[in-house]
């Protein structure tokens, strides 16, 4: 047989010799929340991390102050005259306080760490005795007359109210682990 009847013969024929198109496909599918379900923790782990961690569990000294913010420093020097004299501090707060978040829940800022307060403000409430008032105390958004509600010490939560977090941060670092042992 030529090599062109050859070529010729397979042309026309050439459908015969089609293979369809196939793959073949193999996957394994792994998945954190899986493998979290399964994972374990025992109260002597809870128990031997958080003595290993305790620094962790400490809460920082909180404050609860009120304050007036006023626009200048006449205004705040007689807005503290009259508090002395024994007006209420939650109704001067709403009817005169420029402060749009507090002033309408009479001045009243809630518990707050050092940080939530810019520098001048956060000195003159964390150097302040319960009871105190304050002012005026100039910052960066005006002139506050403050009174300082309560404190909060510095203290380290206990085992029964850190257990909760202990046992969550357990369980997810190990499933983090078995997860990146599985995957390899």
């Not at 013969?9 to 998945?31: C, D, I, N, R």
């Not at 010490?153 to 109210?161: D, N, P, Y």
């Amino acid at each position: 047989v030529e090599e062109t009847a050859l070529a010729k013969w397979y042309g026309e024929h050439a459908q015969q010799f089609l293979t369809p198109e196939s793959v073949k496909l193999q996957y394994a599918e792994l998945s954190l929340a899986e493998i979290s379900r399964a994972v374990s923790v025992t109260d002597a782990d809870v128990q031997e991390a958080y003595a290993k961690n305790k620094a962790q569990s400490a809460v920082a000294e909180k404050r609860r102050a009120r304050h007036i913010l006023l626009a200048d420093e006449k205004s705040a020097n007689e807005v503290l005259a009259r508090l002395k004299k024994g007006e209420d501090f939650a109704t001067l707060a709403k009817q005169l306080s420029k402060d749009p978040g507090s002033g309408s829940q009479g001045g009243d800022l809630g518990w707050s760490e050092r940080t939530a307060f810019v520098a001048p403000f956060a000195d003159a409430v964390f150097a302040m005795k319960e009871g105190e008032l304050r002012g005026p105390v100039k910052s960066e958004f005006g002139y506050h007359v403050i009174r300082l509600e309560g404190i909060q010490a510095e203290r380290t939560k206990s085992f029964e109210e850190s257990r909760a977090d202990i046992e969550t941060e357990l369980k997810r670092d190990r499933a983090a682990d078995a997860f990146g042992e599985r995957e390899e």
